[in-house]
């Protein structure tokens, strides 16, 4: 029960802020300083939820090695979409958010065995606050470049629907492999998430709100740490 629940909410996001985008609802300070308060809770998830534990298994080396390989391919993979997509608008950012959201889920379905409710809570609250602004920014585009509002809408439930494979898999896959198999593996996603923070979630917030962006971060880190701490 508590798979679907937070794969749902955590997915559903993305097709809820495709049609509050479609719709014009959302400022883009507002998306701004949205953006910015789940980035801040993501630093605190990916730490203490998916590089942490790890160290006790495959030890700081691996762990460190692994993080950065994350980082490193999903800077690969933005920056081929940056290359191939710089003129596809909302289209582009579509494209970022899958990138950025399989190894997002990926790390949520895994996070799902043997984590606390206030854990994954913590984490499927941070991926929801992030793929809420961002599927809005990237509909909203898609509206201004002529896309009708039926297919913004069809080709964001898709995305939804792929992270949320990637969740189910992460979660029902990776229940019974080997030690340290899962602690890689969220390593890995942990390396692209905190890429994805640098280069598309703390620069866009930025410049939509320069001087309220970084309190942001901060109240986004402070929720997400006491919700830590509750556990």
Do not use: Y
Not at 146 to 172: D, H, M, N, P
């Amino acid at each position: 029960m508590m798979v679907a629940l937070v794969i749902g909410i955590t997915s559903g996001a993305l097709v809820l802020g495709a049609w509050i985008g479609v719709r014009g609802w959302l400022s883009e300070r507002a998306e701004g300083l949205l953006v910015a308060g789940a980035g801040g809770a993501l630093i605190v998830s990916v730490m203490m939820e998916l590089i942490e534990p790890a160290l006790d298994v495959i030890g700081l080396p691996g762990t460190a090695g692994i993080v950065l390989l994350g980082a490193a391919l999903f800077s690969a993979a933005d920056a081929w979409t940056d290359r191939h997509m710089a003129r596809a608008g909302g289209l582009g950012l579509l494209l970022a958010v899958t990138f950025d959201g399989v190894p997002e889920n990926l790390a949520l379905g895994t996070a799902l065995i043997g984590t606390g409710p206030l854990g994954v809570a913590a984490l499927a609250g941070s991926i929801l606050l992030s793929n809420l602004p961002e599927a809005a920014g990237g509909a909203a585009s898609m509206r201004e470049d002529g896309e009708s509002g039926t297919r913004i809408i069809l080709l964001w439930t898709a995305v939804a629907a792929l992270l949320s494979i990637s969740a189910l898999a992460g979660r029902w896959f990776l229940a019974d492999v080997p030690d340290g198999t899962v602690e890689a593996i969220t390593c890995f996603s942990a390396g692209a998430v905190l890429a994805s923070l640098s280069t598309e979630v703390f620069p866009k917030a930025g410049r939509q709100d320069p001087h309220l962006a970084g309190i942001a971060v901060a109240l986004g880190l402070v929720v997400a740490l006491s919700l830590e701490q509750l556990g």
